[in-house]
Protein backbone atom coordinates (compact mmCIF):
# COMPACT_ATOMS: atom_id res chain seq x y z
CA UNK A 1 0.00 0.00 0.00
CA UNK A 2 0.75 3.31 -1.01
CA UNK A 3 1.68 5.67 2.07
CA UNK A 4 0.31 9.28 1.95
CA UNK A 5 4.25 10.75 2.29
CA UNK A 6 5.24 8.40 -0.43
CA UNK A 7 2.35 10.48 -2.60
CA UNK A 8 2.81 13.32 -1.51
CA UNK A 9 6.75 12.63 -1.96
CA UNK A 10 5.80 11.64 -5.78
CA UNK A 11 3.96 14.63 -6.43
CA UNK A 12 6.59 16.60 -5.28
CA UNK A 13 9.07 14.71 -7.35
CA UNK A 14 7.21 15.04 -10.51
CA UNK A 15 6.64 19.05 -9.78
CA UNK A 16 10.07 19.66 -9.12
CA UNK A 17 10.59 17.52 -13.05
CA UNK A 18 8.36 20.25 -14.26
CA UNK A 19 9.69 23.14 -12.86
CA UNK A 20 13.64 22.18 -12.94
CA UNK A 21 13.92 23.13 -16.28
CA UNK A 22 13.01 27.00 -15.91
CA UNK A 23 14.22 27.23 -12.58
CA UNK A 24 17.48 25.48 -13.43
CA UNK A 25 18.53 27.91 -16.37
CA UNK A 26 19.08 31.31 -15.04
CA UNK A 27 18.46 32.91 -18.36
CA UNK A 28 14.33 31.60 -18.48
CA UNK A 29 13.54 34.23 -15.71
CA UNK A 30 12.34 37.17 -16.83
CA UNK A 31 13.33 35.55 -20.55
CA UNK A 32 9.71 34.30 -21.44
CA UNK A 33 9.79 31.10 -19.05
CA UNK A 34 8.91 32.24 -16.17
CA UNK A 35 8.12 35.81 -15.63
CA UNK A 36 6.74 35.21 -11.37
CA UNK A 37 6.50 33.27 -8.50
CA UNK A 38 3.86 33.07 -5.75
CA UNK A 39 2.68 32.14 -2.33
CA UNK A 40 -0.80 31.61 -1.34
CA UNK A 41 -2.99 30.69 1.41
CA UNK A 42 -6.31 29.21 1.08
CA UNK A 43 -8.90 28.94 3.95
CA UNK A 44 -12.35 27.62 4.15
CA UNK A 45 -14.25 26.12 7.38
CA UNK A 46 -13.07 22.67 6.96
CA UNK A 47 -8.96 22.99 5.92
CA UNK A 48 -6.20 25.44 5.03
CA UNK A 49 -4.08 25.25 1.56
CA UNK A 50 -0.80 26.70 1.51
CA UNK A 51 0.42 26.94 -2.49
CA UNK A 52 3.60 27.70 -4.35
CA UNK A 53 3.36 28.74 -8.36
CA UNK A 54 4.98 29.79 -11.39
CA UNK A 55 3.29 31.82 -14.02
CA UNK A 56 4.20 32.60 -17.92
CA UNK A 57 2.86 35.36 -19.21
CA UNK A 58 1.54 34.58 -22.59
CA UNK A 59 2.61 38.12 -23.77
CA UNK A 60 -0.86 38.84 -25.89
CA UNK A 61 -3.25 41.72 -26.32
CA UNK A 62 -6.83 41.34 -27.36
CA UNK A 63 -9.88 43.61 -26.99
CA UNK A 64 -7.58 46.29 -26.14
CA UNK A 65 -8.84 49.72 -25.59
CA UNK A 66 -8.67 52.90 -23.15
CA UNK A 67 -5.80 51.98 -21.64
CA UNK A 68 -6.76 48.43 -20.75
CA UNK A 69 -6.84 45.06 -22.50
CA UNK A 70 -7.10 41.10 -21.96
CA UNK A 71 -4.54 38.81 -21.96
CA UNK A 72 -3.33 36.29 -20.06
CA UNK A 73 -0.64 33.58 -18.62
CA UNK A 74 -0.19 30.02 -17.83
CA UNK A 75 0.53 28.90 -13.84
CA UNK A 76 1.86 25.27 -12.68
CA UNK A 77 1.32 25.06 -8.85
CA UNK A 78 2.25 22.84 -5.93
CA UNK A 79 -0.22 22.75 -2.92
CA UNK A 80 -0.44 21.38 0.73
CA UNK A 81 -4.17 20.90 1.17
CA UNK A 82 -4.31 20.52 5.81
CA UNK A 83 -7.63 18.93 6.72
CA UNK A 84 -8.93 18.97 10.02
CA UNK A 85 -12.07 16.62 10.00
CA UNK A 86 -10.97 13.70 7.67
CA UNK A 87 -13.48 11.45 6.73
CA UNK A 88 -16.01 13.42 8.84
CA UNK A 89 -13.97 13.17 12.01
CA UNK A 90 -13.61 16.18 14.04
CA UNK A 91 -9.71 16.93 14.98
CA UNK A 92 -8.33 13.71 12.66
CA UNK A 93 -5.99 15.88 10.74
CA UNK A 94 -4.81 14.55 6.79
CA UNK A 95 -2.87 16.49 4.32
CA UNK A 96 -3.22 16.06 0.50
CA UNK A 97 -0.89 17.29 -1.99
CA UNK A 98 -2.14 18.71 -5.55
CA UNK A 99 0.08 19.50 -8.56
CA UNK A 100 -1.93 21.44 -11.16
CA UNK A 101 -1.52 23.70 -14.54
CA UNK A 102 -4.29 26.41 -15.14
CA UNK A 103 -4.95 28.69 -18.13
CA UNK A 104 -5.52 32.24 -16.90
CA UNK A 105 -7.29 35.18 -18.57
CA UNK A 106 -6.36 38.81 -16.85
CA UNK A 107 -8.15 42.38 -17.59
CA UNK A 108 -5.01 44.63 -16.93
CA UNK A 109 -4.05 47.94 -17.56
CA UNK A 110 -1.66 47.87 -20.78
CA UNK A 111 1.70 48.59 -18.64
CA UNK A 112 -0.24 46.06 -16.68
CA UNK A 113 0.42 47.56 -13.52
CA UNK A 114 -2.63 48.78 -11.45
CA UNK A 115 -6.01 46.83 -10.94
CA UNK A 116 -7.21 43.61 -12.79
CA UNK A 117 -9.22 40.85 -12.70
CA UNK A 118 -8.86 37.74 -14.07
CA UNK A 119 -10.68 33.99 -14.75
CA UNK A 120 -8.90 30.56 -14.94
CA UNK A 121 -9.43 26.77 -15.15
CA UNK A 122 -7.17 24.07 -14.93
CA UNK A 123 -6.87 20.49 -14.43
CA UNK A 124 -5.14 18.93 -10.99
CA UNK A 125 -3.83 16.06 -9.78
CA UNK A 126 -4.25 14.88 -5.96
CA UNK A 127 -2.15 12.74 -3.96
CA UNK A 128 -5.27 10.91 -2.18
CA UNK A 129 -8.82 11.47 -2.35
CA UNK A 130 -10.72 14.28 -0.87
CA UNK A 131 -13.11 13.74 2.37
CA UNK A 132 -14.60 16.06 4.95
CA UNK A 133 -16.99 16.93 7.10
CA UNK A 134 -19.90 15.78 4.65
CA UNK A 135 -18.12 16.37 0.97
CA UNK A 136 -16.17 14.04 -0.96
CA UNK A 137 -14.28 14.33 -4.06
CA UNK A 138 -14.12 10.50 -5.58
CA UNK A 139 -11.34 11.29 -8.01
CA UNK A 140 -7.75 12.01 -7.96
CA UNK A 141 -8.24 14.41 -11.11
CA UNK A 142 -9.84 17.30 -10.53
CA UNK A 143 -10.89 20.48 -12.02
CA UNK A 144 -9.95 23.95 -10.54
CA UNK A 145 -11.65 27.03 -11.25
CA UNK A 146 -11.00 30.44 -10.16
CA UNK A 147 -12.17 34.03 -10.19
CA UNK A 148 -10.11 37.16 -8.57
CA UNK A 149 -8.86 40.41 -8.24
CA UNK A 150 -5.84 42.12 -7.54
CA UNK A 151 -3.44 44.82 -7.91
CA UNK A 152 0.33 44.80 -9.27
CA UNK A 153 3.39 47.33 -9.31
CA UNK A 154 6.63 47.03 -10.98
CA UNK A 155 8.05 43.81 -8.94
CA UNK A 156 4.75 42.62 -6.90
CA UNK A 157 1.42 40.99 -7.60
CA UNK A 158 -1.12 40.99 -4.66
CA UNK A 159 -4.41 39.01 -5.25
CA UNK A 160 -7.71 37.35 -3.63
CA UNK A 161 -9.39 34.79 -5.67
CA UNK A 162 -12.50 32.60 -5.16
CA UNK A 163 -11.31 29.00 -5.81
CA UNK A 164 -13.49 26.12 -6.53
CA UNK A 165 -12.18 22.67 -7.57
CA UNK A 166 -14.75 19.42 -9.19
CA UNK A 167 -14.66 16.86 -11.24
CA UNK A 168 -17.53 18.33 -13.53
CA UNK A 169 -19.42 14.94 -12.21
CA UNK A 170 -17.11 12.52 -14.09
CA UNK A 171 -17.75 10.20 -11.26
CA UNK A 172 -20.14 10.68 -8.01
CA UNK A 173 -19.91 11.96 -5.55
CA UNK A 174 -18.74 15.43 -6.72
CA UNK A 175 -19.46 17.60 -4.04
CA UNK A 176 -16.79 20.58 -4.54
CA UNK A 177 -14.16 22.16 -2.50
CA UNK A 178 -14.01 26.13 -2.39
CA UNK A 179 -11.61 28.05 -1.44
CA UNK A 180 -11.00 31.95 -0.09
CA UNK A 181 -7.41 32.45 -1.22
CA UNK A 182 -4.94 35.23 -0.81
CA UNK A 183 -1.81 35.82 -3.43
CA UNK A 184 1.23 37.53 -3.13
CA UNK A 185 3.58 37.01 -6.25
CA UNK A 186 7.10 38.46 -7.19
CA UNK A 187 7.54 39.17 -10.56
CA UNK A 188 10.92 39.04 -12.34
Do not use: M
Given at each position: M?T ?9 A ?9 A??Q ?22 M ?5 Q???DK ?70 KN ?12 D ?10 W ?16 P ?15
Open positions: ITKKKIGALACCAALFAPFSASTVGNGYIDSASFEVGTNPQQRYRIAVSDWRWFAGNGRHLSGYWEGNLALWRLNSYENVRGQNKNIGVIGFTPVFRYQNDNKLGLYGEIGIGVNLFSTLYEDKELSTAFQFGHIGIGYTTQKDFGLKYQHYSNASIKSNAGANWFIAKAAYRF
